[in-house]
């Protein structure tokens, strides 16, 4: 007999006993309580929201508090954040990286150049949208787009963490997102 119950979220629950404690809630909600809570970003950034990016890490919004902190090597993020103006150039190396990340991963867009090329978008050798190269979950808006915005952005792919049949996506019975640039279509398959 439990001395007192505790709710994490809407469907798991703590228990606690005299003996110990034990967790108690749907396996997909306990997997999502995790995943949710351990998001680590890749430090990668193409232009001036990168240095937003960095900031967001920092002491102010410190997104260490809700288990985000940045991973240098993309084998070990879960969530790519396009910071800033990419070129036609950068392009390829933004995919690769997408690439090198295991699933489950998300991706965020970060300001209005990663959104749309942003002010540069008449530019000869700027890309016109990140989800031209890559799937994105999550689109934010601002030139620059601030640190508060990215962190909402981050409790956005916590929210779709959430919803997340983890199971059956494990299991490969959920379509994964439409590939805007499948291996076939690239033209230049190894660059480096
Ligand atoms: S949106 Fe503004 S701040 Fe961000 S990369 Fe583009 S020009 Fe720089």
Redesign the pocket.
Known sequence: MSSSDDMVDDKVKVEQGPNGGAVAGPIDSLFNLARKNSLWYLLFG????AI?LMQTGGPRTDTDRFGMVFRPTPRQADVLIL???ITYKMASRIRRLYDQMAEPKYVIS?????NTG???QASYSVLKGGDLIVPVDVYLP????RPESLTEGLMLVQQIIEKEPWLKKAWGKVPAPKDPWPEESRECKDDS
């Open positions: 193409t232009a001036c929201c937003e910071a800033g103006t970060m300001g209005s150049c990663a942003g002010l540069f601002g030139c620059p787009c």
